[in-house]
Nanobody, 120 residues
Framework: QVQLRETGGGLVPTGDPLTISCSGY????????IGWFPQPSGKERECVAA???????FYTISVKGRITDSRENSKNMAYLQVTSLKHEVTGLYYC??????????????WGRGTQVTVSS
């Protein structure tokens, strides 16, 4: 059952910033981590960032310095901010709730994804 929803995708010029929001019902946000899973066109999705219920943040080396994730537990909201978008990041962006930081199999509540298309 989908309990999360991503918003904020769309057509974005190369080099521009982007913020994607993740909203959900209280049940969907009761897990320890909210993870972000981009799926570039033609590739598998993978977790590049996660934010813990206490605000602790985790980033993979590939995105460190270029993205920021955060959450507002009282509003059941999480956010992914991307600076200086590159063309290779075109694809679907998913948020998910679980307890495994970077481990996809540990995420149990997912959104349907939002499409981000970076234009040249």
């Amino acid at each position: 059952q989908v309990q999360l929803r991503e918003t904020g995708g769309g057509l974005v010029p190369t080099g521009d910033p982007l913020t994607i929001s993740c909203s959900g019902y209280e049940r969907g946000f009761c897990y320890l981590y909210i993870g972000w899973f981009p799926q570039p066109s033609g590739k598998e999705r993978e977790c590049v960032a996660a934010v813990g219920s206490n605000g602790g943040v985790f980033y993979t080396i590939s995105v460190k310095g270029r993205i920021t994730d955060s959450r507002e537990n009282s509003k059941n909201m999480a956010y992914l901010q991307v600076t200086s978008l590159k063309h290779e990041v075109t694809g679907l962006y998913y948020c998910a709730a679980g307890d495994g930081i970077y481990l996809e199999e540990r995420y149990v509540s997912w959104g349907r994804g939002t499409q981000v298309t970076v234009s040249s």
